[in-house]
């Protein structure tokens, strides 16, 4: 029997395979497909201090193997979700990650705050790479020292794990790695999306109306699964990775790259089963390419990486 | 709502760049449902692989028959629609159904009801102008399209009341837009149901102002289910937005600033 079974701070996990921030909503919509029991874990889509609208649209555009969004977060602010989202989720036996934005760091401290008191959630999730808010925190996912010191404040307010999303969108991912490790950080998310755009040639305009969006969806795998290898190889931090994964396949590559469990994201935008499925067949793969569970796939290949260099 | 395969079961070109489509189900026993849908909503129909064609696309219900069968027609718009046409008899569909909210029709108890539609935006108007039809409405078609070859459902639409139909340059029917014969017809209805492109959603809408009405609303979608957030409308009130996508795309007239 292959298990499943995989452990992060703050999360004992039945399978490694969770729904990605922002593409999941609060999960009452998926709630109608499937029993949301047989997920590892719910990330929930972003969560402000006061409600925030969104960008312009049209928000979301088709690319090769891919999707651009530019959504702006859009969300009730955090009150509503305590009061109104986070009850209805604690109903399932799966433990939900809560995305913390803001603009300012007292804003994250606030959101990161109130979650921790409504002792409805098990982890959170610092948003500093949105790409599509101006001041949305992406500042922060550019910026070592800001981001060493969101972490750094938000950690000494609350008592709940936090993990760290980090953004593709910078020259060297290791280095925030290791800010936001210093910074106090209980593990990484990884990646957020790509900055990219694309243009309508009979409009002649960006298909998008906040003209540049996240790129998201199988195109940005490769890239996701070189961040988290790299960053394995310099950062102690457990790591939930994700950018692209849209099969059990996929889950493989990021576990041996290193990371510790997944987030599915725009595949669901596609097949809204795509968890359940990846989660039914996760255990067959492992089988096949001789790993007995997923902790033993944890970082396989960093492993044989470093014994080659050291011979 | 549910996931599943449906079988087509055929395919005709009926207008330029526009097809058809009788879809079946897979399974007898999900004929029951099918009856249930209500007009105004819409299938999210999978194209393609997340590689080739990520987004799925929706298509509104414009017939359901007592067999349980459905009929969508859809305009060759790009790459995904282009692919769906080339759906031949036999070939299996993976679609999102029933998605969406539709025309309250079971609240409604109407004696004439003005179907208003555009183009792309006509075939919802008829599975609606059937359901009401059969409850003694009388019904009262306008139907604007581009031109004479873009022209479909013309006699459908006479078989359900008086119908009209305008093309934009005069090449069948009357020259003009819908909110044209608005303006020259002195119509009396209790409700009107519109469905077509933005702007003409917002000339409708204009043009009767404090009329009791529902529009279909289209933007691009993701999910298709109402988790994402990416079609949404301001909401006339000014607080907040509606998801198209679960909320709509069927809206009261003032419900939604487009």
Redesign the interface.
């Known amino acids: 029997m292959i298990s499943l079974e995989t452990k992060l701070p703050g999360l004992d996990l039945k399978n490694p395979i969770m729904p990605a921030s922002?593409?999941?909503?609060f999960g009452?919509?998926?709630s109608?497909?499937y029993d949301l029991n047989k997920l590892g874990a719910v990330v929930i889509?972003a969560a402000t201090l006061n409600?925030r609208?969104?960008n312009q649209?049209?928000?979301?555009?088709?690319?090769?193997?891919?999707?651009l969004?530019s959504?702006g977060l859009?969300n009730p602010g955090v009150e509503t979700i305590c009061s109104e989202e986070l009850p209805f989720l604690s109903q399932f036996k799966t433990p939900v990650i809560a995305n913390v934005a803001g603009s300012t760091i007292e804003e994250y401290v606030a959101v990161a705050k109130r979650l921790d008191e409504s002792g409805l959630i098990q982890a959170l999730e610092l948003n500093i790479s949105c790409p599509n808010v101006k001041e949305g925190g992406v500042q922060f996912g550019k910026d070592p020292v800001l981001a060493a010191e969101v972490t750094a404040q938000v950690k000494e307010t609350v008592a709940l794990p936090v993990y760290v999303k980090l953004s593709p969108n910078t020259a060297d991912i290791v280095q925030m790695a290791k800010a936001v490790e210093a910074g106090g950080a209980d593990g990484l998310s990884m990646i957020n999306t790509l900055t990219g755009m694309q243009i309508d040639l009979s409009s002649k305009k960006p298909l998008l109306a906040n003209q540049t969006g996240g790129l998201s969806?199988?195109a940005i795998k490769p890239v996701a699964i070189r961040m988290v290898y790299e960053v394995r190889q310099h950062s102690g931090l457990p790591i939930i990775g994700m950018g692209g994964i849209?099969a059990a396949e996929d889950v493989l590559e990021f576990l041996i790259a290193g990371a510790s469990a997944v987030a599915v994201g725009?595949?669901?935008?596609?097949?809204?089963?795509a968890c359940v499925n990846i989660i039914d067949r996760l255990p067959q793969l492992l089988e096949k390419y001789g790993f007995q569970n997923v902790e033993e796939a944890i970082g396989g290949g960093n492993r044989n990486e470093a014994n080659v260099s050291r011979s | 709502?549910?996931?599943t395969e449906l079988i087509v079961l055929a395919n005709e070109k009926i207008a330029d760049q526009t097809i058809e489509m009788q879809l079946g189900l897979n399974s007898d026993n999900l004929g029951t449902e099918v009856q249930k849908f209500v007009p105004g909503q819409f299938l999210h129909v999978?194209v393609g692989e997340?590689?080739?064609?990520?987004?799925?696309r929706p298509i509104s219900i414009a017939d359901v028959d007592g067999n349980g069968n459905i009929t969508i027609i859809f305009k060759i718009s790009g790459r995904?629609t282009d692919m769906l046409s080339k759906q031949t008899a036999g070939s299996r569909i993976?679609a999102?159904l029933p998605c969406g909210t539709g025309y309250p029709v079971d609240n409604l108890n109407l004696d004439t009801a003005l179907l208003i539609g555009g183009g792309i935006g006509v075939p919802p108007l008829y599975y609606l102008g059937k359901t009401l039809a059969a409850r003694g409405t009388r019904i009262i078609s306008i139907l604007g399209f581009q031109k004479a070859d873009h022209v479909f459902y013309k006699e459908k639409f006479a078989e359900l009341g008086e119908s009209i139909i305008v093309t934009d340059d005069g090449s069948y029917g009357e020259k003009g837009f819908v909110t044209d014969c608005l303006k020259e017809m002195d119509i009396d209805f209790d409700c009107f149901f519109s469905c077509g492109p933005t702007p003409m959603l917002q000339a409708v809408t204009n043009k009767l102002t404090g009329r009791h009405g529902y529009i279909s609303v289209e933007?691009?979608?993701?999910?298709g289910?109402?988790?994402?957030?990416?079609?949404?409308?301001?909401a006339k009130s000014g607080t907040?937005?509606k998801k198209i996508c679960?909320d709509g795309p069927v809206f009261a007239a003032n419900e939604v600033s487009l």
């Open positions: 922002g593409c999941f909503g009452r919509e998926f109608e497909l889509k409600p609208y969104g649209t049209p928000r979301v555009a088709e690319t090769a193997a891919g999707m969004n959504i859009q969806g199988p849209s725009t595949a669901n935008i596609h097949d809204p089963f | 709502m549910m996931q999978k997340a590689d080739t064609t990520m987004l799925r995904g993976d999102l933007q691009r979608m993701g999910c289910i109402g988790a994402c957030y990416a079609c949404v409308v301001p907040g937005f679960k």
